[in-house]
C-alpha cells in the first residue's frame, strides 16, 4: 500500500541555520507532491507544489526538492526564524484526487 | 473574503450522543473534504464530497459516520453514538477544482467525547 514516511523526531535547529526536512514515499508515482505548516490548534496551510517534472522550486527562503528515482522531497528553509517553528507535513495525491497526508515533522527553531 | 470556516470549534458530547459538525466551503470551491487528527498522528482522510455527491468516503468508518453537502449550505459530518475514541480534531478543507492546486483548510473542531 502507499506510504509517505517523514521523520517523526522533532528537529530543532539554530536561528539563521537551514532546516531540511525529509519525506519518503513507497508504492507511488505521484504527478506531483505538496508541502504544508501546521501550528498547534490550527489547521494546515498550503506553501508549496511541486510536479515530477520540476526537480526544485523556491518561494521566498523555501526550496523544495522532488526526487522520483529516491521517491523522495527535501523541504528546506534557509535563515530560519523562531517563527518558522510548526510542524510541517507532506502530501501526495491520491485516488479520486484526495490528498494523503504524511504525519509531518516538527521544527523548532532557537533564538 | 472568509476562509473554510469550521464550527463549532470545540464540541463536548457524552458517550452515546450525536455530533454535527459544519463546514462552509471557501467562496467558489466546489470540493469538500474532511480529515481526522488524533494527538500526535497525521491527518487521515475521511471523505471527499462535491455538492450533493459523495466521491470518495474509502477513509469513512462504516457505521456511524455519515456526510452530506447539500446543494445549499455547509457540509456536514455527522457521528452518531459517538465513543471515546472519536475524540479527535476534525478538519474539514476545500478546493477550487480536483486537480492541482493546494487544499484551504478551516480551523477545525475538536471534539471531546466524555
Known amino acids: 500500500s502507499q506510504k509517505i514516511e517523514q521523520n517523526s523526531e522533532a528537529l530543532n535547529i539554530q536561528e539563521g541555520k537551514t532546516a531540511t526536512l525529509t519525506c519518503n514515499y513507497t508504492?507511488?508515482?505521484?504527478?506531483?507532491l505538496q508541502w504544508y505548516r501546521q501550528d498547534p490548534g490550527r489547521g494546515p496551510v498550503f506553501l508549496l507544489l511541486?510536479?515530477?517534472?520540476?526537480k526544485e522550486k523556491r518561494k521566498e527562503r523555501l526550496k523544495v526538492t522532488f526526487d522520483t528515482t529516491l521517491k523522495q522531497s527535501l523541504f528546506h528553509i534557509t535563515a530560519s526564524q523562531p517563527a518558522d517553528s510548526a510542524t510541517y507535513l507532506c502530501?501526495?495525491?491520491?485516488?479520486?484526487?484526495?490528498?494523503?497526508f504524511g504525519t509531518g515533522t516538527r521544527l523548532k527553531v532557537l533564538a | 473574503n472568509a476562509g473554510v470556516m469550521q464550527n463549532p470549534r470545540h464540541l463536548v458530547r457524552r458517550r452515546g450522543q450525536e455530533a454535527r459538525l459544519r463546514c462552509s466551503p471557501m467562496?467558489?470551491?466546489?470540493?469538500v473534504y474532511w480529515y481526522r487528527q488524533l494527538p500526535e498522528e497525521g491527518l487521515k482522510f475521511m471523505v471527499y464530497?462535491?455538492?450533493?455527491?459523495?466521491?470518495?468516503e474509502s477513509g469513512m468508518p462504516k457505521e456511524r459516520f455519515s456526510a452530506e453537502f447539500p446543494k445549499e449550505g455547509p457540509s456536514i459530518l455527522r457521528i452518531q453514538q459517538v465513543v471515546r475514541g472519536d475524540s479527535a480534531a476534525y478538519f474539514c478543507?476545500?478546493?477550487?477544482?480536483?486537480?492541482?492546486?493546494?487544499?484551504?483548510f478551516g480551523s477545525g473542531t475538536r471534539l471531546t467525547v466524555v
Open positions: 511541486i510536479r515530477e517534472n520540476e
Open positions: 478543507a476545500s478546493s477550487p477544482e480536483e486537480t492541482g492546486g493546494g487544499y484551504t
Open positions: 508504492n507511488y508515482s505521484p504527478a506531483y
Open positions: 502530501a501526495l495525491p491520491g485516488r479520486t484526487y484526495k490528498y494523503i
Open positions: 464530497l462535491q455538492k450533493e455527491n459523495i466521491i470518495d
Open positions: 467562496k467558489g470551491h466546489s470540493h
